[in-house]
């Protein structure tokens, strides 16, 4: 039974809000811990959870028919937006890095579609502006900016990597079945991820801290998240679902204010308002049109 729209976008939202989580987790992880690694180790739990949860379901009983190279391009993206994101924001900053690998993921995504074809409504280009401009004053009144072309063009390439993974896992989504393309998507990440762990110090993480920090990020910041991403995924539009997304930053945020008694200033608190009024915008459903070209969506 095809689920509604507004059910979908919920799920979407659902998987930021997890995705929000990631950032306070990693602040409780040991001092020696090393961010790449916590992604590496968070795909690793959460690919061989999400294989075993399809495999328990009976996703492999018969043949998976997919496009491998879809697959691939699928895993690689999810792959490498790990260590493009965290490289990013150790060169530019936490504001610039962030603003440039989340902000711009809508933006990569509306210009794949629009390439591919379909048309973008007006409603969500305002969205999609509001919120990225909600994004950067969020964290542009949280941290200083440091220009640095390196540290930029890896965030944007995050940013990209993000885009074209939801792009291509949609197409993979609607040809098989959600968990076994989830499964396989996050197991080829995690091999690729692999060289990681046996180039850097993991001592930490048989600690207690170092335990709970790479359950959560896996099980519910990867395996969940993702799960709930996918499910959403196939009802709504790209460009729309990675919109949606940025709810994340604004979850991480009041996280921050909450959790570690942050103070955002008035600029991250403008900043808020029009992040959140751009996933209302956004998530407002759209009345039906019916034009003579099959290839349009309305967002």
């Known amino acids: 039974m095809k689920q509604s729209n507004v059910t979908a976008q919920v799920f979407v939202v659902m998987a930021a809000i997890l995705w929000g989580t990631t950032g306070s987790t990693q602040a409780f992880a040991p001092q020696n811990a090393n961010p790449i690694v916590i992604g590496a180790l968070r795909m690793a739990i959460g690919g061989t959870v999400l294989f075993f949860i399809a495999a328990i379901k009976g996703a492999f009983k018969t043949k998976v028919k997919l496009d491998k190279k879809l697959l691939l391009i699928a895993s690689i993206c999810i792959a490498v937006y790990q260590p493009l994101f965290f490289s990013g924001v150790s060169k ?64 944007l390439g995050a940013g990209l990597s993000y885009a074209v993974y939801a792009r291509v896992s949609q197409k993979l989504f609607q040809d098989s079945r959600r968990d076994a393309v989830n499964g396989l998507v996050f197991l080829i990440s995690a091999i690729l991820l692999t060289p990681i762990l046996f180039m850097n110090d993991l001592s930490w993480v048989m600690s207690t801290r170092g335990i709970m920090v790479t359950l959560h990020l896996g099980i519910v910041t990867t395996a969940l998240a993702y799960t709930l991403f996918a499910y959403g995924l196939v009802n709504i539009s790209t460009p729309k679902a990675v919109t949606l997304t940025l709810a994340e930053p604004l979850t991480a945020a009041m996280l921050g204010v909450v959790v570690f008694n942050e103070k955002l200033t008035v600029i991250s608190m403008i900043g808020v308002l029009l992040l959140f009024c751009g996933l209302i915008i956004n998530s407002y459903p759209e009345k039906k049109k019916y034009g003579s070209k099959s290839q349009k969506i309305i967002i």
């Open 92 to 155: 530019t900053g936490v504001a610039l890095g962030t603003v440039l690998a989340l902000g711009s993921a809508p933006v990569f995504s509306g210009v794949i579609e629009y390439f591919m074809g379909k048309k973008l409504s007006r409603r969500w280009i305002i969205a999609t502006i509001a919120s990225i401009i909600g994004c950067t004053l969020l964290f542009s009144g949280q941290d200083s900016m440091n220009m640095n072309v390196v540290g930029s063009i890896l965030s």
